[in-house]
C-alpha cells in the first residue's frame, strides 16, 4: 500500500522557476526522504528529513516537514531543464524496521 | 564507492515461465530492499531483509514470488510461474543508515 500521496501528479514550469511538491502521509514516521527518478533510471535519494527536524536545505533545495498535519514538501529553487523527472517521497515508519514507503510521485517538466 | 549492482537490465519471458533477478547492495549495508515499479506508479515494497534474515515480506505474493539472501550480501528475487500483470520494473537498494541507493533496476516484460 501506498504511504505518501505527492501532490500535484504532474507539474509544468519554465526554467528558472520554483517548482513545490507536496507529500502527505498517514501513520507516524521516522524519517521522510525525497528521491528523484529520471527515465529510464534508478531513484537516487535527494535529502533526509527526520521526525523531529522542521526544516532542511540542499543547494537548491528545500524540504518542510508538518509532523501534526503529515505532510512535508519539497521545492526546487531556480529550476534547470535537468531538473526533469519523477519526485517521489517515501516515509520511514518509526517500528525500527526502516521500510521505505513510496508514493505515487510528482512528474516535473522543466521547459527551457 | 560501488553502487547497487542489478543484473539483467532486461528481460523479456512468455507468462508462466520463470526469471531470476539478482543482485549485489553495497559493501557493508545490511539491509537490502526489493521493490516492483509498475509503470506510472510509485515503487511498491516486496520484501526486506535485515542482514540474511527477512524483517518485511508481507507484499511478496509469496505463491510465485521468492527471495533470498544468503550469507547476508547478495540477493536473488524469483518469480515462477510469471503473470503478465509482473510486468514492471524490479528495483533494488540497500541501506545502511536509512538512505537507500538504489540500483538501476531490471525491467521485466511479460508476453
Known amino acids: 500500500s501506498q504511504q505518501g500521496e505527492e501532490d500535484p501528479q504532474a507539474l509544468s514550469i519554465q526554467e528558472g522557476e520554483n517548482a513545490t511538491m507536496n507529500c502527505s502521509y498517514k501513520t507516524s514516521i521516522n524519517n521522510l526522504q525525497w528521491y528523484r527518478q529520471n527515465s529510464g533510471r534508478g531513484l537516487v535519494h535527494l535529502i533526509l528529513?527526520?521526525?523531529?527536524?522542521r526544516e532542511k536545505h540542499s543547494g537548491r533545495l528545500r524540504v518542510t516537514l508538518d509532523t501534526s498535519k503529515k505532510s512535508s514538501s519539497l521545492l526546487i529553487t531556480a529550476s534547470r531543464a535537468a531538473d526533469t523527472a519523477s519526485y517521489f517521497c517515501?516515509?520511514?515508519?518509526?517500528?525500527?524496521?526502516?521500510?521505505?514507503?513510496f508514493g505515487s510521485g510528482t512528474r516535473l517538466q522543466v521547459q527551457p | 564507492e560501488a553502487g547497487v549492482a542489478q543484473s539483467p537490465r532486461y528481460k523479456i519471458i512468455e507468462k508462466r515461465q520463470s526469471v531470476a533477478f539478482w543482485c549485489n547492495p553495497i559493501?557493508?549495508?545490511?539491509?537490502l530492499y526489493w521493490y516492483q515499479q509498475i509503470l506510472g506508479q510509485g515503487p511498491k515494497l516486496l520484501i526486506q531483509f535485515q542482514n540474511n534474515g527477512v524483517v518485511d515480506d508481507s507484499q511478496l505474493p509469496k505463491d510465485r514470488f521468492s527471495a533470498e539472501r544468503l550469507k547476508g550480501v547478495d540477493s536473488t528475487l524469483k518469480i515462477q510461474p510469471a503473470k503478465l500483470e509482473d510486468s514492471a520494473v524490479y528495483l533494488c537498494?540497500?541501506?545502511?543508515?536509512?538512505?537507500?541507493?538504489f540500483g538501476q533496476g531490471t525491467r521485466l516484460t511479460v508476453v
Open positions: 537498494a540497500s541501506s545502511w543508515d536509512g538512505e537507500a541507493f
Open positions: 559493501s557493508g549495508h545490511a539491509t
Open positions: 528529513i527526520r521526525s523531529n527536524e
Open positions: 517515501a516515509t520511514s515508519d518509526n517500528t525500527g524496521r526502516r521500510a521505505l514507503t
